[in-house]
């Protein structure tokens, strides 16, 4: 313990230097939701500070998603649970290191199916990340 008899906070950048205690504002629910609308994803305190001081809008960390990006990003992660899509590439290509694939008609269907999945997974995250799609090739 410091001499003054101040604590220091274990995440402050200078020791013995307290933080003030935080200051609670209670909204009324209309109140909170507009906000929250206002925000447009980004933390309710830190618009309200930006709003409050006027130091203009926030850096987002990344774009907030809308309903059906979080919908389409979902299908896609479902989608890539479902396939095992992973574990059988690296079957594959353990399979062809040690020169043990042949290439029968089941193998090449099996590749195409992988294929395909692996286009649709794309083609989702794509959708959900609001990017264009390219033209199919």
Do not use: W
Not at 107 to 114: D, S, V
Not at 119 to 137: D, F, N, S, W
Request: overall charge positive; proline content about 7%; hydrophobic content about 35%.
């Amino acid at each position: 313990m410091p001499l003054d008899g101040r604590t220091s906070h274990p995440h402050s950048g200078n020791s013995g230097a307290k933080r003030p205690a935080p200051y609670s504002l209670r909204l009324s629910g209309d109140q909170r939701e507009r906000l929250t609308a206002e925000a447009s994803g980004e933390p309710l305190g830190t618009y309200i500070k930006a709003k409050l001081f006027g130091t203009g809008p926030v850096r987002r960390r990344g774009p907030a998603l809308r309903v059906e990006d979080r919908e389409a990003l979902a299908r896609a992660l479902a989608l890539l649970g479902r396939s095992r899509l992973a574990s059988n590439l690296n079957q594959l290509a353990y399979a062809a290191n040690i020169g043990s694939l042949p290439m029968t008609p089941e193998t090449e269907a099996e590749l195409l199916a992988c294929l395909r999945e692996v286009r649709e997974i794309r083609r989702l995250l794509v959708t959900a990340l609001g990017l264009k799609p390219e033209e199919a090739r």
